[in-house]
């Protein structure tokens, strides 16, 4: 199973990024995709959580109206557009899926939101 995440990076307050996570080694189509972020001295935060088919999502309540999370079972990709940055969005960003038997994470991808 290999997860590779693209996109993060340095962006000024009230900017946009759009995160990308490929996934490869199992049916991206049968998993909840899920993306968390880690701060620096803080716990990991689920961001977001998009289900099988893409029609339902859920966010945290701290970026509700500002991220959207999509999939593409084509590519086998998730996707996290984030809109209207703010500093306290900076963290390391990795999407994730589990199953009953494993945990899948990506290595993750900085963002960095600062003036």
């Known amino acids: 199973v290999q997860f590779v995440e693209s996109g993060g990076g340095l962006v000024q307050p009230g900017g946009s990024l759009r995160l990308s996570c490929v996934v490869s080694?199992?049916?991206?189509?049968?998993?909840?995709m899920n993306w968390y972020r880690q701060a620096p001295g803080k716990g990991r935060e689920l961001v977001a959580s998009?289900?099988?088919?893409?029609?339902?999502?859920n966010y945290a309540d701290s970026v509700k109206g500002r991220f959207t999370i999509s999939r593409d079972n084509a590519k086998n990709t998730v996707y996290l557009q984030m809109n209207s940055l703010k500093p306290e969005d900076t963290a390391v960003y990795s999407c994730?899926?589990?199953?009953?038997?494993?945990?899948?994470w990506g290595q993750g991808t900085q963002v960095t939101v600062s003036s």
């Open positions: 994730h899926t589990d199953n009953a038997y494993s945990t899948f």
């Open positions: 080694g199992f049916t991206f189509s049968a998993y909840i």
């Open positions: 998009i289900s099988t088919r893409g029609d339902r999502t």
